[in-house]
């Protein structure tokens, strides 16, 4: 494996809201990373390398509950809130949770997020600005 989450963490201060964003991914597929998913119940990231090696962060904050009723037209217009730097990222978490989001993967190849529900159904995906 050719990162760390040392390395990741230090570039993921960085970021100061979703306007951030494209440069922290920009950063990390520079150390190696090839897609990553997040878990946001208890903030787990799992980063992955091209050869499919990971590390995982393990949980960073008490366990949110997540919605059994997945709510997508309210869930986007809190992302898009979120992306133009309106919330902090544990807002956003508790956006994903409260709409029925368990969490995302990251696509640094394609350059996509996808969203999915508790049942590991995806239920958005977008174009990472780069």
Same mark, same amino acid.
């Given at each position: 494996?050719?990162?760390? @989450?040392e $390395? @990741?963490?230090? $570039?993921?201060?960085?970021?100061k809201?979703?306007a951030?964003? %494209?440069?922290? @991914?920009q950063? @990390?597929?520079?150390l ?9 119940? #208890?903030?787990?990231?799992?980063y992955?390398? %091209?050869?499919? #090696?990971?590390?995982?962060t ?6 949110? %509950? ?6 997508? +037209?309210q869930?986007k ?10 919330t ?5 978490c508790? +956006? ?5 989001? $368990?969490?995302?993967?990251? #696509?640094?190849n394609?350059m996509t997020c996808?969203y999915?529900d ?7 995906? $977008?174009?990472?600005p780069?």
């Open positions: 494996m050719k990162f760390t @989450i $390395e @990741i963490k230090a $570039e993921h201060q960085k970021v809201s979703g951030d964003f %494209p440069k922290y @991914i950063a @990390i597929k520079n190696g990373v090839s897609h990553y998913t997040v878990y946001v119940a #208890d903030g787990n990231t799992e992955f390398d %091209p050869e499919n #090696d990971s590390a995982s393990g949980s960073k904050y008490e366990t949110l %509950p997540i919605s059994e009723n997945l709510n997508l +037209d869930f217009t809190r992302l898009k809130l979120h992306q133009q730097g309106g902090d990222y544990m807002t956003f508790k +956006d994903c949770v409260e709409n029925g989001v $368990e969490g995302w993967r990251m #696509d640094l394609e996808t999915f508790k049942n590991g159904n995806d239920v958005l995906e $977008e174009k990472v780069s």
